[in-house]
């Protein structure tokens, strides 16, 4: 029986008992339906093979993507106070923040790094729209003034990379705040002489569309990102009308000259050094001859 029961029993049971699938193996397109490999998503930049969808991207994800070699070296961003307005509407603030923060694994909506784009050496912003739909609190606007500050001082350019819902109404007019803030903070990029260069991811709408959004040198976007201030419902409401097709999105601001380039994420990273290195040449030039 010890021989039955220690060593036929086991394997029956491994061969009948259907081995369960994890959830994670598999991705399910948003725009053709067709079902992924989770790794070969990943591998492909989190880009639909079949249709070529551009799914939203994690920060790390992205960092690794634009910098050379995946080598860049994360900045410390200041804390700021946490609720402020003791805000609560059907949770508090302070628990949604917490319950962030558990599924996300970060601080905020925020991440800054320093690293090189096609050999130039680039301090670029990513907001993460998995934190509370990236929206912009203190945290993200002290962040960005952090990173503008480093490249001040290093002398670089500043890529600013959206993924935004808007404001975040739980910090209210701290929040809106953030807006003035940081258009003066691109302006002292603009008065330094230095390039600020706008990755426009989807979705990128509400206050930050409103404000450093669209203050860049130089306007990029990826194929199909939803761009706007108010929502389509919300507009033709207002309105009246009905709006053309494919309102909002990259390739019809690029037509009508909101957007400068819309560019293919696998081509990102190319596409960007090359325009830095023009975009810096000139400096590099002024100091040599110096």
């Known amino acids: ?78 804390s700021v106070k946490q609720d402020p307005l003791k805000f609560k509407d059907t949770k508090k603030y302070t628990d949604r923040l917490k319950a ?17 784009i096609g050999g130039t050496e680039t301090v670029v912003a990513i907001q993460n729209f998995f934190f509370m739909g990236g929206s912009m609190g203190m945290a993200v606007g002290e962040g960005i003034i952090t990173g503008i500050k480093q490249a001040l001082k290093l002398e670089t350019p500043f890529v600013m990379i959206t993924a935004s819902g808007g404001a975040r109404m739980q910090e209210g007019i701290l929040s809106l705040m953030q807006m003035p803030r940081t258009t003066v903070a691109v302006q002292m990029l603009r008065d330094a002489g230095l390039p600020y260069i706008v990755l426009l991811s989807d979705p990128t709408t509400g206050g930050v569309s409103a ?11 990826e194929p199909g990102a939803m761009i706007g201030f108010a929502g389509q419902r919300v507009i033709e409401q207002t309105i009246r009308e009905k709006l053309p097709e494919r309102f909002q999105t990259a390739e019809y601001l690029q037509e009508h000259g909101m957007v400068d380039m819309v560019i293919h994420r696998h081509e990102m990273r190319e596409k960007l050094g090359t325009m830095l290195g023009l975009l810096m040449g000139g400096r590099k030039s002024r100091r040599a001859a110096e």
Not at 3 to 10: G, R, S
Not at 211 to 221: E, F, N, P, Q
């Open 1 to 78: 029986m010890s021989w039955l029961t220690n060593y036929v029993k086991p394997k029956l049971q491994k061969v009948l008992n259907a081995r369960e699938t994890p959830d994670n193996l598999w991705h399910k397109c948003k725009n053709c339906g067709q079902m992924i490999f989770q790794k070969e998503f990943v591998a492909n930049q989190y880009v639909c093979a079949h249709c070529d969808h551009h799914d939203r991207m994690p920060p790390a994800a992205r960092f690794d993507s634009i910098f050379d070699n995946a080598v860049y070296e994360m900045l410390e961003l200041p």
């Open 100 to 116: 962030a923060r558990a599924a996300s694994g970060d601080e905020d909506a925020i991440h800054v790094a320093v690293g090189k």
């Open 211 to 221: 404000s450093y959004a669209m203050l860049g040198d130089v306007h990029v976007s």
